[in-house]
């Protein structure tokens, strides 16, 4: 093995080593900022992905007016969670850092319209063009 070979091997070794620590630290700071501000909403889930060693759910909240967008992993099929609404808690001071609770669903429409959903059709308003007003009041 030449020496430019080791070299590399060791680069190579030594990124891998600093990426776990990065996300490691990550998952460590994740947590901290959820336990201690912990604020509880809802989520929907969004998109169901099959990668190759796992399935990623993707889900958004709402928090004071914001979207927010995250997603998680799982192990099985995803399909049973698509278009759901489930419980997620995240930081109220780092809005981003998020965790969605899939085994506890929210079906109380309260619930999920106070959290920032709109549900069913949009309500419009029936407008009338002036000139069909006359058509209507001759009925």
């Known amino acids: 093995m030449t020496t430019s070979q080791k070299i590399l091997i060791v680069l190579t070794c030594s990124a891998l080593v600093f990426a776990t620590f990065l996300s490691q630290k990550y998952q460590k700071e994740k947590k901290y900022m959820i336990d201690k501000y912990r604020y509880i909403t809802v989520a929907k889930v969004s998109e169901i992905k099959p990668e190759k060693?796992?399935?990623?759910?993707?889900?958004?909240?709402?928090?004071?007016?914001?979207?927010?967008?995250?997603?998680?992993?799982?192990?099985?099929?995803?399909?049973?969670?698509?278009?759901?609404?489930y419980r997620?808690?995240?930081?109220?001071?780092?809005?981003?850092?998020?965790?969605?609770?899939?085994?506890?669903?929210?079906?109380?429409?309260?619930e999920i319209a106070n959290a920032g959903f709109i549900l069913g059709e949009p309500k419009v308003p029936l407008i009338i063009p002036p000139h069909d007003m006359e058509v209507i009041q001759q009925r």
């Open 53 to 85: 060693s796992f399935t990623a759910a993707e889900f958004y909240y709402y928090y004071d007016g914001i979207k927010y967008e995250s997603w998680e992993s799982i192990h099985k099929s995803g399909s049973k969670y698509l278009n759901r609404y």
């Open 88 to 110: 997620v808690d995240l930081s109220s001071v780092e809005p981003k850092y998020s965790k969605i609770h899939l085994d506890q669903e929210v079906t109380d429409s309260t």
